[in-house]
């Protein structure tokens, strides 16, 4: 099993900035096993979205709704991924998901809130 404990949301005000992190705990194999880590977000009354995901190698994949605003980043050493969210707007309120996927297995956080005020 692998855990994803998720810290960081909050509310800010359209234009701030906000940094997600997400720490992976777990056996031993399960953690060697994590290649993508990443980010989803669930608006009320609408489907989980990708947000970001970064491989262990280091590639990023961002949805465009965030490219230039959002940064994801991960400390493989740490097991852990974060996700710098500037320029924040009111759309961007959601509840925030890290995300991974090891030996077969998908593994989701418990997720935090992240609210933006006009």
């Known amino acids: 099993q692998v855990q994803l404990v998720e810290s960081g949301g909050g509310l800010v005000q359209a234009g701030g900035s906000l940094r997600l992190s997400c720490a992976a705990s777990?056996?031993?194999?399960?953690?060697?096993?994590?290649?993508?880590m990443g980010w989803y977000r669930q608006a009320p009354g609408k489907q989980r979205e990708l947000v970001a995901t970064?491989?262990?190698?280091?590639?990023?994949n961002y949805t465009d709704s965030v490219k230039g605003r959002f940064t994801i980043s991960r400390d493989n050493a740490k097991n852990t991924v974060y996700l710098q969210m500037n320029s924040l707007k009111p759309e961007d309120t959601a509840v925030y998901y890290c995300?991974?996927?090891?030996?077969?297995?998908?593994?989701w956080g418990q997720g935090t809130q992240v609210a933006v005020s006009s």
């Open positions: 970064q491989s262990r190698g280091g590639s990023t």
């Open positions: 995300n991974t996927f090891s030996l077969g297995s998908n593994y």
């Open positions: 777990g056996s031993i194999f399960r953690l060697i096993g994590i290649k993508d």
